[in-house]
Each structure stands twice: as structure tokens, then as C-alpha cells.
């Protein structure tokens, strides 16, 4: 049976080797779960930048499809096989109810956190991890910042540069199995950035200005 929950969320911090967030008054987190196929009861997203974060325990398909009031398809979060750990950045354009579509074949999670920091941990900042991930946010200033990039799985590699609205600012990769290179893009205005990370891999992220 599913389930929505409302957690409360007031500050987010992380040790010094990843990165830190403070937030204020920001949306409180959605935690949905449930077992098999899925859709889940209605929940409210303010307009910006929402991460959501997935599991599921099962040897099938699990896919999960975000979509509006109106039935429309605003994004694929996760379309994997088997069980699966990972997280999603999306841009929401518009307050509103949302629904989850969800395929799966054994119990999942989603937790929802809408992040609203007014300070994070300024390049230069490093990550590290596997699979489909949302790392911390981090700040940017304006001018050129080199992004240092590394996989080493099989499949699609892709890392999408947002901006704190969840806004794409630049497609930094996307290639097929290992990755061992680097991008540079030119910043416009100083503030909170973060990173939307597609591999089945392990990866290292370098950010530097």
C-alpha cells in the first residue's frame, strides 16, 4: 500500500571533503513509498528545483514518470532493471499537484526535497560516487569554471550543470562506457548550482575555477 509522508527539513550539511548547504525556509520533504506498479496519491511541488531520490527492491523494471494535474509527462526519474539506489534533479516550472507513475515489481521509496540554500561550499569541490546521483550543491561565480570528469561503466555517462531553479545551464558530458575528460563553461551570474548525474558506473567530478 502506498503512502505519503511530510518530513521536516530546516538545515543540510556535508563534511568538508563534499560540501555544505545552509537552507532556510524551504519546502518540506515528501517521502512516498510503495509495492509494485503504482500511481501515486497527489503531492504539491513548489516551482524551482526539486531533487528526488529512489529505491526499489525487485528484479524487473522499475520506472518512474513525474506528471502534472493535467496527466502530462514532465520527466522520467528512473527507468532501470533490478534494484536500484539513485536520485533525480528536475526543474518544476510550475506550482502545482504532481502524481508518480510508478512500475515496479517489489517495494520503492521516493523521497522528495526542494532545496532552497542561500550559501554552499564554493568551487573548487570535488565528488565521488556511483550510478545515478544528485551531489550536493555547490556555488559558482562568474567566468570560467572547468568541470573534471571520470566513469568507468559500460553505459550512458551524461551530466547536466542546473542551476538553482533546476534550470539546465549545459550538458558537461554524454557519452557511452568509461569517460576520462574534462569541460569548460563560462559562468553568467554568481549562485548555487548542481549537478544531474546519469551513469552505472563509478565517477569522480573535479569543479574548478
Keep these: ?13 556535508i563534511g568538508p571533503c563534499i560540501g555544505y548547504a545552509e537552507t532556510l525556509a524551504e519546502p518540506e520533504n515528501i517521502s512516498i513509498s510503495g509495492d509494485g506498479q503504482e500511481a501515486s496519491q497527489e503531492f504539491f511541488l513548489d516551482e524551482g528545483l526539486s531533487i528526488f531520490s ?6 524487473s523494471n522499475f520506472a518512474v514518470w513525474l506528471l502534472d494535474s493535467s496527466g502530462n509527462k514532465v520527466d522520467l526519474l528512473a527507468n532501470e532493471v533490478g534494484d536500484f539506489d539513485g536520485a533525480k534533479a528536475v ?9 508518480l507513475d510508478i512500475d515496479a515489481d517489489g517495494p520503492w521509496m521516493v523521497d522528495i526535497s526542494q532545496p532552497r540554500p542561500k550559501i554552499a561550499q564554493s568551487a573548487p569541490v570535488s565528488f565521488i560516487g556511483t ?45 557511452i562506457g568509461p569517460f576520462d575528460g ?14 544531474d548525474i546519469s551513469a552505472d558506473g563509478n565517477w569522480r567530478i573535479n569543479i574548478s575555477k
Design 1 to 13: 500500500m502506498r503512502s505519503i509522508t511530510i518530513l521536516a527539513l530546516s538545515l543540510f550539511l
Design 54 to 59: 529512489m529505491k526499489h527492491s525487485g528484479s
Design 91 to 99: 526543474g518544476i516550472s510550475q506550482s502545482d499537484d504532481y502524481v
Design 131 to 175: 550510478g545515478q546521483q544528485v551531489p550536493p550543491l555547490f556555488e559558482l561565480g562568474p567566468g570560467l569554471a572547468r568541470f573534471e570528469m571520470e566513469h568507468d561503466g559500460k553505459r550512458n555517462f551524461a551530466i547536466w550543470l542546473l542551476d538553482s531553479n533546476g534550470e539546465m545551464v549545459d550538458l558537461l558530458v554524454n557519452e
Design 182 to 195: 574534462s569541460k569548460a563553461t563560462g559562468i553568467e551570474d554568481r549562485g548555487i548550482y548542481c549537478l
